[in-house]
């Protein structure tokens, strides 16, 4: 069994940061890809930044320049670095992670979600 827990959203004014955690727990081989998503009510929910095993990351163009995932192997934990905040970045942000549970078999996990919202 696996579980990804989020944490360190919350409410912000615009110009603000946060800092979004993700820590994989449980009965893991291997994490390849991590990645954080977001969904805002209405909308599907989108890729905001992607960080794969070797550490090439990508990024929304959106958040480009705001925003940098980061990762710690040691702690099977990834991280989103929120700068320069803006109202429109308001959703609830989802971990994912696919994750090696034997040598041959991998399964994509998410977290539960972490309100995320912007406004003065």
């Known amino acids: 069994q696996v579980q990804l827990v989020e944490s360190g959203g919350g409410l912000v004014q615009p110009g603000g940061s946060l800092r979004l955690s993700c820590a994989a727990s449980?009965?893991?081989?291997?994490?390849?890809?991590m990645g954080w998503y977001r969904q805002a009510p209405g909308k599907e929910r989108e890729l905001v930044a992607g960080?794969?095993?070797?550490?090439?990351?990508k990024y929304a163009e959106s958040v480009k320049g705001r925003f940098t995932i980061s990762r710690d192997k040691a702690k099977n934990t990834v991280y989103l670095q929120m700068n320069s905040l803006k109202p429109e970045d308001t959703a609830v942000y989802y971990c994912?992670?696919?994750?090696?549970?034997?040598?041959?078999?991998?399964?994509?996990?998410w977290g539960q979600g972490t309100q995320v919202s912007v406004s003065s």
């Open positions: 994912n992670a696919h994750i090696g549970v034997t040598t041959t078999i991998g399964y994509d996990y």
């Open positions: 449980g009965t893991i081989f291997s994490i390849n890809d």
């Open positions: 960080i794969i095993s070797g550490g090439s990351t």
